[in-house]
Every structure is written in C-alpha cells, then in structure tokens.
C-alpha cells in the first residue's frame, strides 16, 4: 500500500502546486502515521476504520466537509476504488477514476485515463472540488518524509459490513509492477509442471514470473498477484516476454507500456503478435529450450 | 452484454436456483439497451427493467449519473434482499457504479466478491482484493459486486432465449426517476483518441534454434537483455 499511497502524494503535490495549494497526506489509522510524506493530517475514526473502506470514506467525508480541499486523490486499488466511490457519493462530488497526468485547467482537473481495455485513452474533466483515483505505476513515488502532524476528529463510525476473517495473505504485487524484465506464461503451457519452462527463463534473463488472467484465475497454477492484465497487475518492464500467451485485449491493457514486448507463440494469428516487437511462430517448448541453450553458450 | 455483467447475472440466477426468489436485471441505456436484457433474462432473469436516456441526454461515462439512475429506479421496483452488481464494465472498467449505488441505498457494500453464502438473512462473502482475501459479512439487503473468477456464466438453450422474449421488461425514462431534470453528470469526457501501439511486429522464421537466436540477438541489440 505505502509505494501506492506514496505515488498518490506525488500527484496531489503536482496538483496543490498547480492550484497554489497545500498537500495534505491523509491517513486514518494513528498507526500509519509515520508512513506519511509531507503534512500529515490523521483523520481519527477509531481503530477499526482501516479495515473498512465504507469506514474510511465516511470519515474523509466528515473531514472533507471542514477543511474543503479542492481534490481528494486515492490510489486505484481495488479499496481504493471503493472508497472513492462512495465518498464522491457522499459527497455528491464527480469521481475521476484511474487517472493518470492529472492537470489543473481553470476551475477543473483533467486527467487521461485508458479505455477500453487501453485500446483508447479518454481526457476527463472533473469540476474542482472532485475525488479522483490515481492510476497505479503512473507517478514517481515521493521520497518526502513526514514533517508533522494535524488530527481530525470525525466522532465515532458505525459500519454495517463485519470482518470475519482474513484468508490468505498473497504476495504484494509490487515486485512485478517495479521489475525490468518479466517472463509471462500463458495458456500454451499444458500442464503446471511445465511452469518450470517459464521459471527458468526467467532465472536466465534475470526476469520475474507473470502469468496471463486463465493460469491463476481459472487453473489456479500461480498466484494471483502474479495475473497480468485490465483486472491484474499493470506492468511496464523493458523487456516483457509472453509465452504461449494469446494476447487479449484484457492482457495487453496490463503490459502496453513496456518497452520491448517478446512473444512466442504457435498461433500465426494470435493478437499478441499485433503487439509484440518481436515474435517466434513456434512451440514454446521447442522455442524455450533453444533460448536457454543459446544463453547458456 | 459484458463478460463481467454475464457474471453478475449467473450468480443472480443462481441465489435464486439455491434460495428461492426472483431475479430483476436493470440497466441504463437507450431502447437498443433492450436485447442486453433479453441476454440476461434468457440467462434466467425473471423481468427487466431498462432505464431509457432521454435522446437530448449525452451517452453516460459518469458512474455517478448512473448509479443515480439505477439507485432511483431499484428504489421505484420495491423491496429486495441483494443488489448484484459486476466489478466493473468491460469497457470503462471504473469500478465505481456498485460502491456509489450501495451508498445511494443505504445498503452494506461487499466488493470484489469470488464467492457468495446466504444463511438466514446473512450474506457471507470472499473478497479478493490485490494482497488478500477477506471473509466479510452483512444482514440482507445488501449490495455485492463480482469479480469474474466467481462463476462459469451459462449459455442459455435457443428455448431459454424464446422463452425470455416473453417475460416483461418495463421501460423506464429517466426523466421520471429524476422529476424531470437532468441527472448529475460531474464528470466528462473531453475527447478520446486511439492509443498509439507502435510496434516493431518482426516475426523470425525458421527453426526454433535459428528463430531463437536471431531473438536473442535483437533483445541484445535492444539493450533489453543483460545477459
């Protein structure tokens, strides 16, 4: 959370710089406050309110009703999402959603976003104050420490959703959002021992693992932090290497940054060879194999 | 409709299979927005409502314009134990309709759900979020949105999708559920423009030795490959 929370800082000091404002760091458990960059305001709800993003929103809503800041900037993770959404609700405020070079233009921001699976990138305009939630991996991380400290009483919080309990604890996925080169495997792999392929050649270029939506989502053969994609992880290494990986839309919104796209696969009409630089029509098990043999020597 | 939507409705049809009930599909669009229905009432929705734009009104890319509009018309359609909604669209993938209509509602907001449990008037679910899974509960009515992995969407029979051309799905203009005003739209697009995927396209040829080398060369080459 803290690299994504620190990404959110830059944009927002770009903006308050813009707007010829302050930057606030928001944090609502006293816990986190350390974690902070710049002026840290806790926005005080109590212990539980980190586990509850309806918690959370509705504590910045009553924080945001007094010190009115022109824009109020969240991660888009998937909590994120959530709490941005409901706050704009609240509020009754326009909610940009994974936003990315966010601009102050007159009484607005704009900001650029991708649609349709990054097939199109969208300019949206939000009238100042607004909520907005800022694209992953698309801002430096500040490396501004905490320089002090303002608490927000919001009084007591009421959710009506119940933690139960937290089931797994999965990998954080920012190994693979901040790696150089990634070997991605895909549903030309039939069977899960045949990973090894993907994982040595990783081992040999020095890359991480990915894997494409079907290996972790529907096989459950890696984990799934390590899904690549619109609904994955979003990634831009130099070198990204897609094995047996057919390319859909949904895949590609999560791997078109980078800067040189590998692909092998045995289809001559897969879409990934539309995306790739460079490409080997060919069995990956025949293909790996060489690669690895010519690395060797 | 979407894969994501598919989802959502699968999941609908089968609460209802396991728990009894009945299944309502909205949606906002233009009159077009109709055969979407029909899709999901094939699926076994058991009536549709279509929020229908007025023609003056731009095509909605805020969230919050149509989660009003559904929130309003859900509202209208009377009392109901669960508010299923998909992650996101596949198109926008903004994720914001479900959390922004759950607030509208007044309803508990359980998001990104791979599986869903109902007990006496308890809905249990399992949220995926990026770094963990969380077990989360809520007394009915309560809003869910679902991720894909949670279900195989069905493919209806050609007698379902007769079948769904006889079932009532009501039309509803906005202007009614909004007293004649516009509804919110805080949010615009400026203009989109295609992305530019500038690509080299090279396909090597020839055996996978052969292939592979010339590979390997041009990553070199590229400065991508350090070793």
């Not at chain 1, 609700?89 to 601009?103: P, Q």
């Not at chain 2, 009930?21 to 899709?39: W, Y």
């Amino acid at each position: 959370m803290n690299s994504v929370a620190r990404e959110v800082a830059t944009a927002a000091r770009e903006l308050a710089d813009s707007l010829s404002g302050e930057q606030h760091f928001i944090v609502t458990q006293r816990s986190r406050v350390s974690d902070g960059a710049g002026k840290v305001v806790l926005v005080d709800g109590g212990a539980e309110v980190g586990e509850y993003p309806d918690l959370i929103a509705e504590a910045l809503a009553r924080a945001a009703k007094k010190k009115r800041p022109s824009a109020i900037l969240v991660g888009a993770t998937r909590t994120g999402r959530i709490i941005a959404a409901r706050l704009a609700a609240k509020l009754n405020l326009g909610c940009l959603s994974d936003v990315y070079r966010l601009r102050v233009q007159g009484s607005s921001i704009v900001g650029d976003r991708d649609v349709f699976a990054g097939k199109a990138v969208a300019e949206v305009k939000a009238d100042l104050p607004c909520v907005a939630t800022v694209k992953v991996g698309t801002y430096p991380v500040t490396s501004e420490g905490s320089t002090g400290l303002e608490v927000e009483e919001v009084g007591s919080l009421h959710g009506d959703v119940r933690l139960v309990e937290t089931l797994e604890k999965r990998g954080a996925t920012t190994d693979l959002r901040s790696a150089s080169v990634i070997v991605s495997a895909g549903r030309g792999f039939r069977k899960k021992e045949d990973l090894r392929l993907a994982e040595d050649l990783a081992r040999a270029i020095g890359g991480a693992l990915g894997c494409s939506r079907p290996l972790s989502s529907d096989y459950g053969w890696l984990p799934e932090e390590l899904h690549i994609g619109l609904t994955g992880v979003t990634v831009r290494p130099s070198l990204y290497f897609a094995l047996g990986i057919s390319g859909q839309l949904q895949h590609v919104a999560g791997i078109k940054e980078s800067k040189v796209i590998a692909a092998v696969n045995t289809d001559r009409d897969a879409p990934i060879f539309q995306v790739a630089d460079y490409g080997i029509v060919g069995d990956l098990y025949q293909v790996v194999p060489a690669i690895l043999e010519i690395l060797k020597g | 409709m979407s894969t994501f939507d598919k989802n959502a409705v699968e999941e609908s049809v089968r609460l209802k299979e396991s728990s009894g009930g009945s299944v309502t599909i909205f949606t906002v669009g233009r009159s077009d927005a109709k055969k979407t229905v029909k899709e999901a009432l094939a699926m076994g929705g058991d009536r549709g409502c279509l929020v229908v734009l007025a023609a003056s009104e731009p095509d909605p890319h805020d969230s919050l314009t149509i989660a009003y509009l559904l929130a309003r018309a859900i509202e209208r359609a009377g009392p109901f134990d669960l508010v299923l909604c998909a992650e996101g669209s596949s198109d926008i993938y903004a994720g914001q309709v479900p959390p922004m209509l759950s607030e509208w509602l007044a309803l508990p907001f359980l998001g990104y759900v791979r599986k869903v449990e109902i007990k006496d008037g308890v809905i249990r679910c399992e949220q995926t979020l990026e770094e963990r899974v969380r077990v989360l509960e809520a007394e009915l009515p309560a809003l869910v949105s679902v991720v894909s992995e949670i279900n195989e969407p069905r493919y209806p029979t050609l007698l379902q999708i007769m079948q769904a051309s006889k079932k009532p799905i009501e039309e509803v203009r906005s202007e009614l559920l909004t007293d004649g005003r516009a509804p919110p739209r805080l949010v615009t697009t400026v203009r989109m423009t295609a992305h530019a995927m500038n690509r080299k396209r090279v396909i090597f040829e020839g055996s996978p030795e052969a292939a592979s080398r010339k590979l390997v060369e041009a990553l070199r080459s590229e400065g991508v490959l350090k070793r």
